[in-house]
């Protein structure tokens, strides 16, 4: 099953500054840098705003949010977060409720601005859907499933939908030919699928790896059927109203990550291991794949906006005609662009 709402990944906290008293006799000079030590150092604990950031997994599509916690991005633009693991149907809500001040994702914050929900997405995460479907090698096609039960991460979550889609490509109903069970993380579905719960798996890596050394086979890549984004940072409307400034760094912190990942490999294949529990070997392999899939600005693109919209209009079986600003707020990510211009980090 998915996780619970409110289960917290556990990350590593944010160390405090040392400071180390000089050898021998302490001069004036060496008591007032220490003295402006202490104070700059209370200073920056003070300034560390306690964030609630949700995830639905410890995916690679949430990569930034560990990273930006191991490389210090997060005490940078003052913050000290909190990472919640829950279900994608329920972030919204607590969105709108205050138990989380952001969410990573994408295509559930479109589906609740397009019915009037306030929520907004204001930076794009990851630009390619990573998912796949993975079965029993005697699976020769999708059509082979009708009849079975397909494992997703959470109904509601960007895998869900993405298979969705799929389905409806191939003209298999979801409500009447196959049967989509909300069945957790990759471990959570390879074990359903060796119980027997599940026949089929929809994740993204390392169900690949995982899968395939245990017998089954990816019966093909939602990359090569649909064309969306997986994930982005969204926000409820009152934080944006009430809250600009921190909505800002937050974004920049993000970016910082995301740029991080893009131009680190040896240690963005460190922290893949770590943050997804997998091998050296599985790791590397994924930064080779995947690497670059990170906005490098955190621009919202026409494309990926038009896609995402009209990948809902599909599901719904309803026209929108809202404009795309009902969803997608730049402004701040514009500030944040050209401030971090200025400051060298981006060109």
Known sequence: ?????????????????????????????????????????????????????????????????????????YAKYGFRPEIVLLRSSVAVPALLSGDLDYYNGFQPAVSAALRGIPVKLVMMGAEKVIFMVL????????????????????????IHLSLLTILNQFRIDPTKDVKILPAGDVRSQLAAMQAGRIDAASHGPPLDSLGTAMGYKVLLWDKD????????????????????EQVKRMIKAFIESQRFIRTQKDETAKLIGEWMSVDGATAENLYKNLGAIFSADGTLTEGAMRASIQLEAELAKVKFTAPQSTIFDNRLLLEAQQELRKEGVLR
Request: a positive charge.
């Open 1 to 73: 099953m998915g996780a619970q709402v409110g289960t917290q990944v556990k990350l590593p906290a944010i160390r405090p500054i040392r400071l180390i008293r000089p050898k021998g006799r302490s001069s004036p000079t060496a008591v007032a840098l220490l003295l402006l030590s202490i104070a700059a150092s209370a200073s920056i604990a003070h300034a560390q705003e306690r964030v609630r950031i949700g995830v639905s997994s410890r995916g690679f599509g949430s990569l930034p949010l560990f990273v930006a916690e191991k490389r210090g991005f």
């Open 135 to 158: 079965t029993k090698p005697e699976v020769k096609s999708l059509n082979d499933l009708k009849g079975k039960t397909i494992g997703v991460s959470s109904a509601g979550s960007t």
């Open 225 to 244: 059927q649909v064309d969306i984004p997986i994930s982005g940072l969204d926000v409820s409307e009152q934080k944006l109203q009430k809250a600009p």
